[in-house]
């Protein structure tokens, strides 16, 4: 098992920045995949940023450029640095990681508001 605790999340002007960090403990030897999904209100849950833990990383298109994944494998966190944030970026915000035997495991979620 492995758990999620996600921190970071708040209230911000358009243009603004904010740093997501979201720690794993349990088995997190197991991970392999880390990254962060997002959910509006009305909206589809979807996947904004991971990184393996080989270092590749995957962004969604339209925070390519803001939003940079980074991760700390000797303290099992991962990090999203969102820059330039816009109102159509707020939604809660949800860590998850995936093991080599394919389990998904999702922390609680953070919510991010962006204010116009």
């Known amino acids: 098992q492995v758990q999620l605790v996600e921190s970071g999340g708040g209230l911000v002007q358009t243009g603004g920045s904010l740093r997501l960090s979201c720690a794993a403990s349990g088995s997190a ?8 999904y997002r959910q509006a209100p009305g909206k589809l849950r979807e996947p904004v940023a991971a990184i393996s833990d080989g270092g590749s990383t995957d962004y969604l298109d339209s925070v390519k450029g803001r939003f940079t994944i980074s991760r700390d494998t000797t303290k099992n966190t991962v990090y999203l640095q ?3 944030l816009k109102p159509e970026d707020t939604a809660v915000y949800y860590c998850f990681a995936t093991s080599r035997a394919g389990v998904t495991y999702w922390g609680q979620g953070t919510q991010v508001t962006v204010s116009s």
């Open 82 to 84: 969102m820059n330039t």
């Open 29 to 36: 030897f197991t991970i392999n995949v880390m990254g962060w």
